[in-house]
């Protein structure tokens, strides 16, 4: 089976305060996406305010210089449209899907919060609040909260950027001040750290005049140089666990480090597919194992980057694995199978068939990911923000396809256990 | 500093809209029955398929025994046929770039999947092989039902699955859809026998519906599906649920959840389906009311008060009946306050007509957004499906602007007073009962699990 590539038309340009700009027409439905993405995530907020970028990511939807409090949420939805942010690690996105006559409007409205964000005392304090209850109802208050992509992190790294916790404690959260989010804003949320995405039912030409009118006057604000958050690989396995009271089965992840997803985009390639090899579906080589032959594991999956997408991720990121276990089982049960099948690829690697098979299941993900107007709009923004490639959302599928049995071998060879960290959750709420 | 150059400062208007090309929907109805839809959305290179196979369970059985087994079906019937192994189907499948998986409701049994384009012919003949011979290997069903088992309890660890448990308890009564989730430990106890029975006389192509999606052409996807799926036979010949019962309203439900950090708050009220002629004025007045980021309910209990992350509410339908549900987990030490404001916002809905300006705009979003539901193959897909199993077809769709525009202050009031008054309202909370307690029964009466 061939695997196909896309090649989507975009068009680029940058203002003269830095944004740059990416347009990407498709005329086949009257909808639009606008994307707005910093380059600023979890790894960039300071120490002894963890959980700030998310925090600040609520602030930017509570008014800006010409809007008030709720006039966002209200515009958007008033133009039949829906709306969101979301918060990574090496990035912040801020997005509008629209019926394609209300595409000025979203133009406006992130103008208007990219210029000046309404940032006050009350709206502060009411974020701080409904930021406490998401972390309640995602982490808190549920089995496995958090398990794996807050809980490994300290596990694989010591840097403060790269191992805390993303969502925040809440003293962290409630000493946030007013100060500390204009000081954020200066910082990061200039034009010149900002990719401006535009994809769907457009006219490249004359939104590049909307663009111009609505983005060319905010002001030019410096841009800041990203700090180098590489670490040294770990030399020996670490190991570490916890009880989840409300978890009423085991599970475990392990996590190697990965080559540099976009320095060393060529020798990363094969991780993203080995991932897929050893979890993806039952005839991945860890399905097969843990939860057809050996029982034990009720669910496993496995991917690059810690939330769970390859291509949005800066160096350094990690591969995980991670399964729950029926009850009883040993979790070095399962470690050892996983170090036994790791063995056995790198040993007697793959056929082509296998990988090929593997390969063609991977472009339908990808190619359905591009599919949606809103996830084509964002996935876009992001590779161009940290690739200048917007085009990759299209060519992954073939980029992926021509990764090789041989790469697949040497990858399974590097995730020995001497490199791996493993994080176990003990089972609190068992029956 | 601002700088002083010019720049929009008032929000611009909407320009005309562009309206959507209506898709065509290729139909044919195959000699065993199966009613199959095509349409051809060419965005990348992709097939989306669904197969909807009515699985309602069949009048004086209990409803319960059938959804468990259901289950441990839907779970296995990807498990083996005579020629090949769970490995062997998974791995054909992704030879095409495709995969399939089964999902069951008290409805129906959902067969979902996709390929590459260029694979549909293979991923349908795969379809077929599991439909006429799915053969339910006794160790594969062994080791599949003590799995679901496991996934169940973890489900049941959640707090939003064991609320929904509970509220559809208190809601459906002795109803078929009161429960939705079956018992580990009945789960442990399906053999694989009675699967191979159940398949052989549910699993059957008259009644069924089949959509396909994608970059295909619909004429020869109508062929291959016919070539694939002729050797599908039977018909069941169930009828359909008794219709749910309406909420009948009692005192607070309370699930004690100890040590619980929020309390989980689940308000079942009235609602009709898609055909009925409130429906429009239902549906505005639900945004209006917590149907939608910019409702009465979150701007209340999240952006004024900090009570909640997500609270919301929805309109869910089912084949015998539909209901409101509204939903908000809230901080422990504020769920008598979030009660009460969710209860203010009924009563106000209930009994005051909404502004011209809210139902405008509630107006506008429940347009706009019929646009973004099918602008993707698995958006289109699903809709299809939904519609086509309920009745009404594609075409509902494109008439909805029309039906909405239609709708008044006065059809939404009524509308609101009808079927969102809080005195209809079954009300569950699941948290720490040992602190809400005296809180909660302060705002009326109150029983417990």
């Known amino acids: 089976m061939t695997v196909p590539s896309l090649s989507h038309p975009v068009e680029r340009f940058t203002l003269d305060n830095g944004l740059r700009v990416v347009l990407v027409p498709d005329r086949s439905a009257p909808v639009v996406g606008v994307a707005v993405v910093y380059d600023v995530g979890i790894r960039s907020e300071p120490e002894g305010r963890t959980g700030f970028a998310h925090l600040f990511e609520h602030l930017m939807f509570q008014g800006s210089e010409n809007l008030e409090k709720l006039a966002h949420f209200r515009h958007v939805q008033a133009s039949g449209g829906i709306f969101n942010g979301s918060t990574h690690l090496d990035y912040t996105d801020y997005y509008e899907l629209l019926p394609s006559n209300a595409l000025e409007r979203g133009l406006f409205l992130e103008a208007d919060r990219m210029r000046a964000p309404r940032i006050t005392e009350e709206n502060l304090a009411n974020q701080i609040a409904v930021v406490k209850e998401e972390i309640r109802v995602n982490v808190m208050n549920r089995p496995y909260g958090g398990f794996p992509w807050l809980r490994l992190p300290p596990v694989v790294f010591d840097t403060f950027p790269n191992a805390h916790d993303g969502y925040g404690s809440f003293v962290d959260l409630e000493s946030a001040t007013v100060e500390d989010a204009s000081a954020f804003f200066d910082t990061f949320y200039a034009p010149s750290n900002a990719v401006l995405c535009l994809a769907g039912d457009l006219d490249p030409e004359q939104v590049a005049g909307l663009v111009e009118r609505h983005f060319a006057s905010v002001p030019e604000r410096g841009t800041p140089k990203r700090p180098d958050f590489s670490e040294p690989d770990l030399d020996a396995e670490r190991r570490e666990s916890y009880e989840d009271a409300l978890a009423p089965l085991p599970a475990v992840a392990m996590a190697w480090r990965v080559p540099d997803p976009i320095g060393d985009f060529e020798a990363y390639l094969p991780y993203v597919v080995l991932a897929e090899v050893l979890t993806d579906g039952d005839a991945s080589r860890l399905v097969e194992r843990l939860l057809l032959k050996d029982r034990t594991a009720t669910s496993v999956s496995g991917y690059c980057g810690f939330m769970g997408d390859a291509f949005d991720v800066r160096d350094p990121t990690v591969l995980i694995l991670s399964m729950h276990s029926p009850p009883g089982v040993e979790p070095d049960r399962v470690l050892r199978a996983v170090e036994q099948e790791l063995d056995r690829l790198a040993t007697d690697g793959l056929a082509a068939a296998e990988l090929h098979r593997v390969q063609a299941r991977l472009a339908t993900h990808l190619l359905g990911q591009v599919d949606p107007v809103m996830s084509r709009t964002l996935s876009m923004a992001v590779l161009e923000q940290q690739r200048g490639r917007a085009e990759l959302a299209g060519e992954l599928p073939r980029l992926l396809a021509e990764v090789t049995t041989e790469q697949i071998r040497a990858a399974a060879a590097m995730l020995r256990p001497d490199r791996r960290a493993v994080l176990e959750v003990r089972a609190g709420g068992a029956r | ?449």
Do not use: C
């Open chain 2, 1 to 449: 500093m601002t700088t002083l150059t010019a720049y929009p400062r008032e929000l611009p208007g909407l320009t005309p809209p562009r309206k959507g090309r209506r898709p065509a929907v290729a139909e044919r109805v195959l000699a065993n029955g199966l009613r199959v839809l095509v349409v051809r959305r060419p965005s990348v290179p992709l097939v989306e398929l669904r197969l909807r196979i009515p699985f309602q369970p069949a009048p004086g059985r209990r409803g319960a025994a059938h959804l468990t087994r259901a289950s441990v079906l839907s779970q296995t019937m990807l498990s083996g046929t005579a020629e090949m192994s769970t490995v062997d189907i998974a791995a054909s499948l992704q030879e095409v770039g495709g995969g399939l998986s089964v999902g069951v409701d008290a409805d129906r049994l959902l067969v979902s999947g996709n390929a590459l384009s260029t694979g549909l012919p293979r991923l349908l003949e795969l379809l077929g092989d599991v439909l006429t011979g799915a053969t339910y290997p006794s160790g594969e069903v062994a080791a599949e039902r003590d799995r679901l088992a496991d996934r169940i309890e973890m489900a049941e660890s959640q707090p939003a699955h064991a609320a929904r448990k509970a509220l559809l308890g208190r809601l459906y009564g002795t109803h078929p859809y009161a429960v939705q989730t079956p018992e580990p430990e009945e789960v442990r106890g399906v053999r694989a026998p009675a699967l191979r029975t159940l398949h052989a006389s549910r699993v059957l192509p008259a009644g069924a519906l089949l959509v396909l999606v994608g970059d295909v052409s619909p004429a020869r996807a109508l062929d291959a599906v016919e070539a694939a799926l002729d050797g599908w036979a039977g018909s069941a010949d169930v009828p359909d649920l008794r219709p749910a019962p309406e909420p009948e309203p009692g005192p607070l439900w309370l699930v004690d959840r100890p040590g619980s950090v929020q309390s989980s708050l689940r308000l079942a009220l009235g609602g009709v389906d898609r055909a009925h002629a409130d429906y429009q004025a239902l549906q505005l007045a639900n945004l209006v009311f917590g149907g939608y980021f910019s409702s009465r309910l979150v701007e209340n209990i999240r952006e004024d008060k900090g009570y909640t992350y997500s609270p919301h509410s929805s309109i869910s339908h089912l084949a015998a009946g539909s209901v409101t549900v509204v939903d908000a987990d809230v901080a422990t030490e504020v769920t008598a306050p979030a009660l009460l404001e969710i209860g203010y916002e009924l009563g106000r809905i209930a009994s005051l007509p909404v502004t011209q300006e809210e139902l405008d705009q509630a107006r506008q979003y429940a347009t706009g957004t019929l646009q973004l539901s099918v602008a993707s193959q698995g958006g289109l897909a699903a809709t299809l499906l939904t519609l086509t199993a309920a009745g009404l077809g594609l075409d509902w769709l494109y008439d909805q602007p029309a039906r909405l525009a239609a709708v008044t202050v006065e059809d939404v009031h009524a509308a609101a007073t009808r079927y969102l008054a809080p005195a209809r309202a079954v009300t569950v909370v699941l948290g720490d009962a040992s602190v809400v307690r005296e809180s909660v029964s302060a705002l009326g009466p109150v029983e417990e699990a």
